[in-house]
Structure formats: structure tokens, C-alpha cells
């Protein structure tokens, strides 16, 4: 679905990404750990051309997506919900989820119905505006978004920053729950035990390179990323 | 007293439409457009032309489209629309990712450039305007009420209306609003934000050259140079209601309308002074609130 070769990329010089190559197949979810400014942010801002690739090569669904706008990207199904969420905070919640139905064709009235379902608290709550929301129900609008835009893969950018530990694990499940569909995802994430807990595979990015890969358990049990990642010595 | 109201109303609706567009703009690129002053002078010059079946250029004239006003108006209105929309391309396009200080003065050149063309193009000076609107005075509350006084606010309210439901409630006027919130998340969510800063220069274009028809119709003259005054007193009115607030923008026409024309009409030496009233009251009201009537305190994100 999503592959990613040799990207660099970086602001004013300064190279953040150094050769970057990743992979998420079909139905998969791909965790990328690593810490504060391995490049995490940088990685999925490039991929979604928010950030241009000074070299390499990003390629979705088989067709080469390095130098496409973000919106087209977009459009296509490739779903960033980025860092801190950024719901529009001066739209209600219906809103924000319409907003990112923009041209797009039909099935958004099966879709609305399928996030109030799945995010039972935006529907109660569909005509406030979204800066009266608490964190986690943040996270939600930002999670309902991007499936009101039709996603093929989505990327999620530490879907839990900043979230008490209860409601953090609430999103992951329903990060869970959202993937039962197929849509595979690539997760970032600081918390790297629970997004190695919800992933079949992983890649840790350490400054600005792939430092190590594999599977889930695998990289769940090395010492390597107990000691850098889980905290354990 | 009603009489002075209601000019106050009708002047004001045309402060308010001009307001809207510098809003409407600078909510989504955080820029002031100054060429707005000239587009609000094209609008006018364009329906006139419509008006008498000619454009001159500079020593000669071609014919144009021979008609009424109500077509004129549409004419000049969609004039101006293009007009804005081109400027935006040619001059601040290729700009975008210049600071924005850089913008703001191709603005100023826009302006100085239009304005230029147009004295040399269209001649120097005040051309006469006609009434599009004849017919005897109306009382209303002890007040004659010229009919062009009440076409003028019903075509203000009603453009007013069906823009704040088009902002508020279409695919494009979330789009618009979403850009403005947040110009890479509304990328990330499909929207093409290019596409929606064209919509908006030529939304805002089109309401410049509209008051600007609607003045010129007032006044009965153009003049290359006629855009000016208005034009600024246009940008405090949005200041004053919040900038990046549309109905904002447009109460804060009104209220700029209203007090010229009471500080015209009752301060002694008034009608010589009121731009300096205009000017002074709403420095006292952005002291005592920065952000403007509606606006919201801004919080600049590092």
C-alpha cells in the first residue's frame, strides 16, 4: 500500500530524515517508535508532502506519490490525522467531520452513520464546537475525520500525546476497532508498548534512520528497545 | 435624526460589503489587501461602461455591451471578481511563501498600478455617474428617504444574508473556514487550499466592486482615484468588527457608516471633520478592545 525508499528531508539545512525506507502492506498496522525529535513528525509530514523530499521516493497504492499535493493525496485515500490532533477548534464537531467530506463522492451519510457508532460521544455532542472538547474526545473528532475522507491507509501521529492513561488506551482500542475494516495503518508513537501491543510489525527511527525492524514480539521482547523504548532495564 | 440614520445605513452597508472582502482574505492568508481600494473603483468604472456602450482607451473608445443598470451592476460586479482573482495570481501567487510583509507591499504596488493604468486608460478626473435609481423622495418617520437610498440597503442586507448562510453552511464556506483555522490540517482533509484562496479573492473582489458601484451610484461620479478613502475606512471597519470575522466586518461598516454620518450632520464644522471623528472614535474603541467588536484574542502558536 504504502512504500517508502531512501526519503530525506529536512528544514533550513538541517537534515532530519537520512534515508528513511519503510513498508505497510494491505490490512496491516505498522508501528514507528522512537523518541522526541527521532523524526517521527518529520517522516509523516513528508510522506503526506506537507514537508518536500529533498531525495527518495514515496509510492501508494503502487503509483509514485512523492512530488503529489497533500490534498490529492489526501483525496486518495492516504489519511494523515497529525500531531496534537488539530481539529478546526471554531467549527462545531458535525462540521469538522464534513469538512473533510470536500469533493468527495458518495457514501458520506453511511460513513457519518459509521462514526457515530464507533465515537458514540461526538454524536452527543455534534453541535459543539470542537475547542470545548476534552483531549480524548479530540483525538475521536480527529479519528472520525479521517474516516469521513474515505481512507485507504491511515497515519496517525501519537494518537495518544498528551492523554491520561485510561483515555489513552480507550484510543487505542478504538484504533483497533477502526483497523477491523482493513484500512491498514501506520501508527507513531512515543508509548511504543501499546503500539507494539496493537501492531504486527514495527520500524524504530532513531535519529532520522531506521535503527532496527521487525516483528512486534520480536522487537516487544529485545533488549535493545526495552531498555531505549519501555522504560525496562 | 432619521434622516441621518438612514444615511448613516446606507453608507455603512457599503463600508460593510468592502469590510467583508478585507476579512474574507485576510482570514485565509493573514494579508491586507490594498489593491481592494481599486477593484472597488474597476467595479464602478466597468458598470458605467456597461451603462454607456464604451470603454475609452486613452484617446480612442471601443464599443461595449449597451445596457441597464441592474445588468451594468452584474457586469461590473463580475469584472471586479476576475479582476481580483487575476491579481492574485500574477502579482501575490508567486509570493505565497515570501514573509508576509512581502505580500503586503505587492499589495501596494497592485494598488498604485491599477490605479495608475486606470488614469491613464479610462483619463484623469471625475466622470459623471447616473442615477440608476429616480424617483421621488418617500417619507418615512418624518425623513425623505431618496428610493436609491433603500435599494442601496436592501441590496447590502441581502448580499450580507445569503453570504453568512454561504459561509456558514456550504461545503465551500467550511472549506473557506477551515483554511483560515487551519491551512495544513484542511490540506490534510483534501481541501485544496489554492483552490479556496482563488474563491476568496474573487468572493472579496466581487463585493469591493459591488460597494463600489453602489457608492458610485450614491455620489453619482467615478474617479480613478475614488477608491482610497473608502477603502480605508473599509479596513478599519473590519478591524473594528474583528478581522477574519465576516458579520463582524459588516457591523462594523454600519457603525462606521452611522458615525460619519451623525458626527456629519451634528457636530459644527462636522461634514469637514468627520473622517477625523470616523478615525479617532475607532482608535478610542481598538484601545479599549484590541481584538475587535467579534474577534477573538489570537494566540500566536510558536
Keep these: ?233 | 435624526m432619521t434622516q441621518y440614520l438612514i444615511n448613516g445605513l446606507m453608507l455603512g452597508g457599503i463600508y460593510g460589503l468592502m469590510a467583508v472582502a478585507y476579512s474574507l482574505v485576510y482570514g485565509v492568508l493573514g494579508l491586507v489587501n490594498f489593491a481592494f481600494g481599486e477593484i472597488f473603483m474597476f467595479g464602478a468604472f466597468i458598470a458605467l461602461f456597461a451603462m454607456n456602450g464604451q470603454i475609452p482607451l486613452v484617446d480612442t473608445s471601443i464599443g461595449f455591451i449597451d445596457v441597464g443598470f441592474p445588468i451594468a451592476l452584474l457586469v461590473g460586479v463580475a469584472a471586479a471578481g476576475l479582476l481580483g482573482v487575476l491579481v492574485e495570481r500574477v502579482a501575490y501567487k508567486p509570493l505565497r511563501k515570501a514573509p508576509i510583509l512581502t505580500m503586503l507591499i505587492a499589495t501596494i504596488a497592485a494598488s498604485l498600478t491599477l490605479r495608475s493604468a486606470a488614469q491613464i486608460v479610462f483619463g484623469d478626473g471625475e466622470q459623471p455617474f447616473p442615477n440608476p435609481v429616480s424617483g421621488n423622495g418617500i417619507e418615512i418617520l418624518g425623513a425623505t428617504v431618496q428610493p436609491l437610498d433603500l435599494v442601496i440597503m436592501a441590496i447590502g442586507l441581502a448580499v450580507m444574508i445569503v453570504l453568512s448562510l454561504g459561509i456558514g453552511r456550504t461545503p465551500l464556506g467550511r472549506a473557506i473556514r477551515a483554511t483560515a483555522q487551519d491551512a495544513d490540517t484542511a490540506r490534510l482533509m483534501g481541501i485544496s487550499v489554492d483552490r479556496v484562496i482563488v474563491w476568496t479573492f474573487l468572493i472579496g473582489s466581487a463585493l469591493a466592486g459591488l460597494a463600489g458601484i453602489l457608492y458610485a451610484s450614491k455620489y453619482q461620479f467615478v474617479d480613478p482615484t475614488m477608491g482610497f478613502v473608502p477603502s480605508l475606512k473599509a479596513l478599519v471597519a473590519a478591524v473594528v468588527g474583528g478581522i477574519g470575522n465576516v458579520p463582524g466586518a459588516f457591523v462594523g461598516g454600519i457603525l462606521i457608516g452611522l458615525i460619519e454620518a451623525l458626527a456629519g450632520g451634528y457636530i459644527p464644522g462636522g461634514s469637514a471633520w468627520r473622517d477625523v471623528i470616523v478615525f479617532v472614535a475607532l482608535g478610542a474603541m481598538l484601545w479599549i478592545r484590541p481584538q475587535g467588536l467579534f474577534g477573538v484574542r489570537v494566540v500566536e502558536r510558536a
Excluded: C
Excluded at chain 1, 127 to 133: F, G, R, S
Excluded at chain 1, 146 to 171: F, N, Q, T
Design chain 1, 1 to 233: 500500500m504504502l512504500r517508502v525508499s531512501d526519503l530525506r528531508a529536512g528544514y533550513a539545512g538541517i537534515e532530519v530524515l537520512k534515508g528513511v525506507s519503510l513498508e505497510v502492506g494491505p490490512g496491516e498496522i505498522v508501528a514507528l517508535i522512537g523518541a522526541n525529535g527521532a523524526g517521527k513528525t518529520t517522516l509523516l509530514r513528508t510522506i503526506s508532502g506537507l514537508i518536500k523530499a529533498s531525495d527518495g521516493r514515496v509510492e501508494f497504492d503502487g503509483a509514485d506519490a512523492t512530488s503529489r499535493p497533500t490534498e490529492a493525496l489526501a483525496r486518495a485515500g492516504l489519511v494523515h490525522v497529525p500531531e496534537g490532533r488539530n481539529v478546526f477548534p471554531r467549527m462545531t464537531v458535525r462540521e469538522n467531520l464534513l469538512v473533510a467530506t470536500w469533493r468527495r463522492g458518495s457514501g458520506v451519510s453511511e460513513d457519518l452513520d459509521r462514526t457515530s457508532k464507533l465515537f458514540p460521544i461526538l454524536d452527543q455532542r455534534r453541535n459543539q464546537q470542537a475547542y470545548t472538547l476534552s483531549g480524548g474526545e479530540q483525538q475521536m473528532l480527529a479519528l472520525g475525520r479521517a474516516i469521513m475522507r474515505d481512507p485507504r491507509l491511515l497515519m496517525l501521529d501519537e494518537p495518544s500525546m498528551g492523554l491520561a492513561p485510561l483515555v489513552a488506551s480507550e484510543v487505542f482500542d478504538l484504533i483497533g476497532k477502526l483497523h477491523q475494516g482493513g484500512t491498514p495503518v501506520l501508527l507513531v508513537e512515543q508509548n511504543a508498548k501499546s503500539a507494539l501491543r496493537l501492531a504486527s510489525r514495527a520500524y524504530v527511527l532513531v535519529n532520522g534512520s531506521i535503527a532496527a525492524e521487525g516483528s512486534a514480539d520480536e522487537l516487544l521482547s529485545s533488549d535493545m528497545i526495552k531498555r531505549a523504548y519501555l522504560g525496562e532495564n
